[in-house]
């Protein structure tokens, strides 16, 4: 097999998708798709149920052809080699559940051509809480567990490139944050990890950039500081008084004595606070930047 390595050269481009899309029947679930991944990043894959994210993936993975576009990563197109380069852990799996942990393990690892399966497996086991698992069958793990165990089949073989598909399904918040720390930790060593998830918090904690899909359309792309200054920014008020007419502002939700106020872009936040003042008695004025949960509610509900 041909090593492809994680690194050095960090900032390169290692997939470049071009005008990809894909039609089944005649419903377009990719349409004109472009963007690419820099070479060690953990690159967000975002949108609303049905946006098209998995056939993305699907895609990327050659599973899928496109119907146009081109793809390629490594700089080349889809091979063998290149098949062992990447780590795929997949929406919804299903393992055969008669057979044991370690044995499923060892299955996977030989189709990548792992040497010294055996030590590989404990560590991970370990790693993932897992091990006094590993001479059990499949069939006796919680959801979890074989949600931790898919994983550890995706990143046996220490893939160049680690394409997730929700990978904090069905774990609890403890496994989460192991999980977090692990892909933190591989982004550390060089690997390039893509990240299909409605999981928020972890896409503003983790990704370097993102891309949001809606109804197959690219609607969000870049880095996520410049995601959201486009966005403008949300104000928290606690007041007495009634609310004035305000300017300059996208929307207000307002309760009563508090309310919830995204200003546009380029507002001037201190007049908008002398306004306030001049009016209510302001009990508190919170400035902060608008959370990923918030872009991708409006920019889905359009």
């Given at each position: 097999m041909t090593k492809l390595s994680p690194g050095p050269q960090n900032g390169a481009a290692i997939l470049q998708i071009d005008h990809v899309t894909k039609v089944f029947d005649t419903k377009t679930v990719l349409d004109a798709v472009t963007f690419d991944v820099k070479r060690g990043e953990v690159f967000g894959l975002l949108g609303p149920n049905g946006a098209g994210k998995t056939t993305l993936i699907r895609t990327i993975l050659d599973i899928f052809r496109p119907d146009t576009g081109t793809i390629a990563l490594f700089g080349r197109t889809f091979s063998d080699d290149i098949k062992d380069a990447i780590g795929y852990l997949p929406e919804e799996g299903t393992l055969d559940k008669e057979i044991g942990v370690l044995e499923c393990i060892r299955y996977f690892a030989s189709l990548k051509h792992v040497e010294g399966i055996d030590k590989k497996a404990d560590a991970w086991l370990a790693r993932l809480t897992l091990a006094d698992y590993k001479d059990k069958k499949i069939q006796d793990l919680s959801k979890g567990m074989h949600r931790r165990l898919q994983f550890i089949l995706a990143v046996i073989h220490e893939p160049?490139?680690?394409?997730?598909?929700?990978?904090?399904?069905g774990l609890?918040?403890?496994?989460?944050?192991?999980?977090?720390?692990?892909?933190?930790?591989?982004?550390?060593?060089g690997t390039t990890i893509i990240m299909s998830t409605h999981q928020m918090d972890e896409v503003e904690r983790m990704c370097d950039r993102i891309l949001m899909l809606n109804a197959g359309k690219v609607v969000l792309y870049g880095k996520l500081d410049e995601i959201r200054q486009e966005f403008g920014l949300s104000i928290e008020l606690r007041y007495e008084g009634t609310l004035p007419q305000l300017d300059n502002i996208t929307s207000i939700s307002d309760s009563g004595n508090a309310a919830e106020i995204v200003v546009a872009k380029d507002a001037d936040t201190q007049a908008l606070l002398k306004t306030l003042a001049a009016q209510v008695t302001v009990k508190k004025f919170e400035i902060k930047q608008r959370s990923m949960n918030e872009i991708f509610l409006e920019v889905a509900g359009k």
């Amino acid at each position: 097999m041909t090593k492809l390595s994680p690194g050095p050269q960090n900032g390169a481009a290692i997939l470049q998708i071009d005008h990809v899309t894909k039609v089944f029947d005649t419903k377009t679930v990719l349409d004109a798709v472009t963007f690419d991944v820099k070479r060690g990043e953990v690159f967000g894959l975002l949108g609303p149920n049905g946006a098209g994210k998995t056939t993305l993936i699907r895609t990327i993975l050659d599973i899928f052809r496109p119907d146009t576009g081109t793809i390629a990563l490594f700089g080349r197109t889809f091979s063998d080699d290149i098949k062992d380069a990447i780590g795929y852990l997949p929406e919804e799996g299903t393992l055969d559940k008669e057979i044991g942990v370690l044995e499923c393990i060892r299955y996977f690892a030989s189709l990548k051509h792992v040497e010294g399966i055996d030590k590989k497996a404990d560590a991970w086991l370990a790693r993932l809480t897992l091990a006094d698992y590993k001479d059990k069958k499949i069939q006796d793990l919680s959801k979890g567990m074989h949600r931790r165990l898919q994983f550890i089949l995706a990143v046996i073989h220490e893939p160049a490139v680690l394409i997730l598909d929700e990978p904090f399904s069905g774990l609890d918040p403890l496994n989460m944050k192991v999980l977090k720390d692990i892909l933190l930790d591989l982004r550390a060593k060089g690997t390039t990890i893509i990240m299909s998830t409605h999981q928020m918090d972890e896409v503003e904690r983790m990704c370097d950039r993102i891309l949001m899909l809606n109804a197959g359309k690219v609607v969000l792309y870049g880095k996520l500081d410049e995601i959201r200054q486009e966005f403008g920014l949300s104000i928290e008020l606690r007041y007495e008084g009634t609310l004035p007419q305000l300017d300059n502002i996208t929307s207000i939700s307002d309760s009563g004595n508090a309310a919830e106020i995204v200003v546009a872009k380029d507002a001037d936040t201190q007049a908008l606070l002398k306004t306030l003042a001049a009016q209510v008695t302001v009990k508190k004025f919170e400035i902060k930047q608008r959370s990923m949960n918030e872009i991708f509610l409006e920019v889905a509900g359009k």
